[in-house]
């Protein structure tokens, strides 16, 4: 009688080594290139003091751009207290394309005129939400403009400062 040999077969063995060295390395370089959340910072200026404003001679007083942000809508005068123009709210909406445009044709007669002007002051009423005050903030600081057939972010006014709108 014969007797049959049978192989016993063997488990093969995966040998995973170059494989976790691979994962060791790429996990780290993945989750370093993951943006988790991103931080915009608005730099903001101290308002001038008025009084001492008022000590020093009115011709070498600077001029102060402002924007008053009400219930109503955009009102901008120039020098400070001196009425340039209203810009009323629509549809209960604040008229952000309107207030950019104001403010480039402002900005390119100050260049005319030899001004160089790059701080505006804003005067919020008590009750302003704050995304309208990003918004104006964000609307007043650049404009997008074609340079070149590129669309760039074109400066109006960047320094901006913040105050009580007046009564």
Known sequence: MRRLRRKIKQDAELDITSFMNLMIVLVPV???SLVFSQVRI???????NSESQE??????????LELIVN?????INYPSGVL?????????????LQLSKYLQDLKLTFQQQGIEKSDI??????????QTIVST?????????????????????PNISLGDAPE
């Open 137 to 157: 903030m964000d609307t007043v600081r650049s404009f997008k403009a074609v340079v070149a057939a590129n669309l760039v972010d074109a400066e109006l006014f």
């Open 42 to 48: 608005l730099n903001l200026q101290l308002p001038v």
């Open 121 to 130: 002051l804003l005067l919020l009423a008590e009750d302003t939400e704050y």
């Open 55 to 64: 000590n020093t001679e009115l011709n070498d007083a600077p001029k102060v």
């Open 71 to 75: 219930e109503e809508g955009f009102v």
């Open 84 to 96: 340039l123009t209203e810009l009323n709210k629509q549809q209960g909406e604040y008229p952000y």
């Open 30 to 32: 993945l989750l370093l």
